[in-house]
């Protein structure tokens, strides 16, 4: 019976916990989180690589995370997107740190699959078993000889990999491209009635033009073997298996013309990844392969026609440990840059908590003291007006819209306790939008100019400049309510002075 992974609702979550830390689990448990409501990584593919000796199981974001952070201790936790590992015995006290948190890059889903899997290996390693076709393993080169390798790959009989499925193009010889004690990873091609196990290499390799225009460029001196003497007297040369580059008869050095199989040192001319070709030269490059850049087709693999050259060896591991700590900088970089992005997202995740907090508790006081306290006195107002922005705009938000300054005019506050049919704060929030000079944004405020009469009549200015404006507290209806404003203009910004408010036939 295939394994599945089950889907975690919120109901389901003190089952989950109770699981958890039920000291008789003898499996680990693998959780795997979701990002805008879809797992990072293929949970498929997960499940088969953890292949019964764990419970993967799928929280959705929200309600299902968030009850599970709620009932865990401190950091035992996951969201955001990211995996988590629980091993068996977990208590209330465990070290966080000893229960892996697998941060998923969306870009490199595959690696959190890898580090659970190897996490889970160094656990409780798969047991020894004879394979099926098409599967993928990893091995060890333990022979080599001229027809092949032997790989170890953990089942009681080493397996074999012929010399024609070692590389997309084949190889003449084994040694060009691997060496005992080289770790690889091959797909398993068949499995004979004795129970031989035959793999192949061809697709577990990076291509060979990828790798030259990647580690070598134009101008550098590469290690090449003639391949083919054209009649011309041109030579192919290969740099890599199935790499192969022409040296026209110009580009010969005078008096040297090198044989089948010879390995000189040849000056990269020009490469064509795409089209597959290059140009190299033989005039201007050193006659020995001493410095040449080294090349080869698989990591830990030797340097192609390096054999036994312990200095291109000792070159080409040195690249390969820089490369190594590229990759690490890179991941740790992308690891954190996710980290602070899911982190983001909880903060304005509880920042929205925050305000439709703040929002139920305004709703759940007595509707005299919503109404009536902003208007108590112009310092309640402007308090109000000052909250209502920080409730309404996010830190991102108020760099773009600067809530401005606002003045009460004479009477605004009487107008303010006159007027019937709109709470006090709804007029508290449209300042606030009208300070921060965003009302013309907002659906249902509708700012526009407080003319003199109907029609185009132009707008009302007071003799200081001032520019008249009125928004709206209601729509729908002629008798809607309107809010009336000056808008002084000043070196330093515009000042929001409050006229009144009231019903919009009243005021045209």
């Not at 693998?30 to 419970?55: C, H, K, M, N, Q």
């Not at 304005?348 to 006081?365: G, H, K, P, V």
């Not at 704060?425 to 109907?454: F, L, S």
């Not at 707008?459 to 000056?486: C, F, I, K, M």
């Amino acid at each position: 019976m295939a394994h599945q992974a089950e889907v975690i609702e919120e109901g389901a979550v003190p089952a989950l916990v109770d699981e958890l830390f039920d000291l008789t689990r003898a499996a680990p448990v693998i959780a795997v989180t979701t990002r805008y409501r879809e797992p990072l990584v293929d949970v498929a593919a997960l499940v088969e690589a953890v292949g019964g000796r764990g419970r993967v199981v799928v929280l959705t974001e929200g309600a299902a995370t968030d009850a599970l952070v709620e009932a865990l201790p401190d950091r035992l936790g996951v969201f955001g997107g990211a995996c988590r590992i629980w091993w068996p015995g977990l208590t209330r006290d465990a070290d966080p740190l000893a229960q892996p948190l697998v941060w998923v890059r969306p870009a490199n889903a595959d690696a959190a699959i890898r580090r659970i899997t190897a996490e889970l290996n160094a656990w409780s390693p798969l047991p020894s078993r004879a394979p099926g076709e098409g599967e993928d393993v990893e091995g060890t080169v333990v022979a080599i000889d001229p027809t092949g390798a032997t790989i170890d790959i953990g089942t009681p009989r080493p397996a074999y990999a012929h010399r024609r499925y070692l590389t997309r193009e084949g190889v003449d010889d084994p040694h060009d491209v691997l060496r005992v004690g080289q770790s690889v990873r091959a797909r398993v091609g068949r499995v004979t009635a004795s129970g031989d196990v035959q793999l192949d290499l061809r697709d577990r390799q990076g291509d060979g033009w990828a790798i030259l225009t990647d580690d070598a460029k134009v101008g550098d001196v590469v290690r090449a073997r003639v391949v083919r003497v054209f009649h011309g007297g041109g030579r192919l040369v290969e740099v890599l298996p199935g790499v192969t580059g022409l040296v026209p008869v110009h580009l010969l050095r005078d008096g040297d013309a090198p044989e089948v199989d010879d390995v000189v040192a040849a000056r990269l001319v020009s490469v064509d990844a795409r089209a597959r070709k290059a140009t190299l030269s033989l005039r201007d490059a050193p006659e020995s392969t001493d410095g040449a850049v080294p090349l080869r087709l698989m990591i830990g693999g030797p340097v192609f026609l390096a054999e036994r050259d312990a200095d291109a060896e000792a070159a080409a591991s040195e690249v390969d440990r820089l490369r190594a700590e590229v990759e690490r900088l890179e991941d740790e970089l992308a690891s954190s840059r996710d980290q602070v992005a899911q982190l983001e997202e909880e903060r304005l995740r509880l920042r929205a908590e925050l305000r439709a907090s703040r929002d139920r508790a305004r709703e759940a006081r007595p509707r005299a003291a919503r109404d009536d306290s902003p208007a108590d006195s112009p310092e309640a107002f402007l308090t109000a007006v000052h909250e209502a922005y920080e409730r309404l705009y996010l830190q991102g938000d108020r760099e773009r819209y600067p809530l401005g300054e606002v003045r009460l005019g004479d009477g605004f506050l009487d107008s303010v306790r006159r007027l019937q049919g709109v709470d006090a704060g709804k007029i508290v929030e449209v300042v606030a939008h009208v300070a921060a000079n965003r009302a013309h944004e907002i659906p249902g405020v509708q700012a526009h100019p407080w003319r003199t009469g109907d029609g185009g009549a132009p707008q009302r200015e007071r003799p200081d400049g001032a520019r008249g404006w009125r928004a709206a507290l209601q729509v729908g209806t002629p008798s809607a309510r309107r809010l009336h404003y000056w808008v002084i203009p000043t070196s330093a910004g515009r000042i929001i002075e409050l006229d009144e408010v009231g019903v919009h036939d009243e005021h045209i």
